[in-house]
T-cell receptor
Framework: DAGVIQSPRHEVTEMGQEVTLRCKPI?????LFWYRQTMMRGLELLIY????????DSGMPEDRFSAKMPNASFSTLKIQPSEPRDSAVYFC??????????????FGPGTRLTVL | AQKVTQAQTEISVVEKEDVTLDCVYE???????LFWYKQPPSGELVFLIR??????QNEISGRYSWNFQKSTSSFNFTITASQVVDSAVYFC????????????FGTGTRLQVFP
């Protein structure tokens, strides 16, 4: 079975450019999470969706960040315009059933973003 | 407020040593879940174990064991006879029943096992 798929795996861009990260959750999973990992701040939850609906975006750093989930098998995280401080590894994770206690999250391989 | 603390930032051991990674959590819920994830150098996070708050039995899986103690709000992870392949960052996480979709992660413990 395919796990969570993220693309690209690596992205290098210049400050001010738009960046779009993509995620395909595990088929049949109904919750999707976007995380950011940096040395300074560790693993931070940015936003999550249940059944394609954004539930909690309190972790999104600022208006430059936006996330969408147009259908059950695809989500994007967009940064526009990007800044050097956005450099991090961005993880997507999915889990089976919203609201089910003890849900395990399955993580993708991450996208390493470098903003020059 | 919910919180997970992994006080050990980095641990170094020599192969075959036993090592324990500490995890202390805070929650107001009486029902919650605790998790351990492993992040090897390749970068992906790998699920290791889940425990619910009503099950305080220790768990053993091969060289891995987990000690859950509600009295001290701890969920510690021990690797017996460590191997170089155990080198990774290990994260402890908490999920509360009232907010089941979110995992609250600790800051992680980097384990280096030297040959």
């Amino acid at each position: 079975d395919a796990g969570v798929i993220q693309s690209p795996r690596h992205e290098v861009t210049e400050m001010g450019q738009e960046v779009t990260l993509r995620c395909k959750p595990i088929s049949g999973h109904n919750s999707l999470f976007w995380y950011r990992q940096t040395m300074m701040r560790g693993l931070e939850l940015l936003i999550y969706f249940n059944n394609n609906v954004p539930i909690d975006d309190s972790g999104m750093p600022e208006d430059r960040f936006s996330a969408k989930m147009p259908n059950a098998s695809f989500s994007t995280l967009k940064i526009q315009p990007s800044e050097p401080r956005d450099s991090a590894v961005y993880f997507c994770a999915s889990s089976p059933k919203p609201g089910l206690a003890g849900n395990e999250q399955f993580f993708g391989p991450g996208t390493r973003l470098t903003v020059l | 407020a919910q919180k997970v603390t992994q006080a050990q930032t980095e641990i170094s051991v020599v192969e075959k040593e036993d090592v324990t990674l500490d995890c202390v959590y805070e929650t107001r819920d009486t029902t919650y879940y605790l998790f351990w994830y492993k992040q090897p150098p390749s970068g992906e996070l790998v699920f290791l174990i889940r425990r619910n708050s009503f099950d305080e039995q220790n768990e053993i899986s091969g060289r891995y064991s987990w000690n859950f103690q509600k009295s001290t709000s701890s969920f510690n992870f021990t690797i017996t006879a460590s191997q170089v392949v155990d080198s990774a960052v290990y994260f402890c996480a908490l999920s509360e029943v009232l907010n089941t979709d979110k995992l609250i992660f600790g800051t992680g413990t980097r384990l280096q096992v030297f040959p």
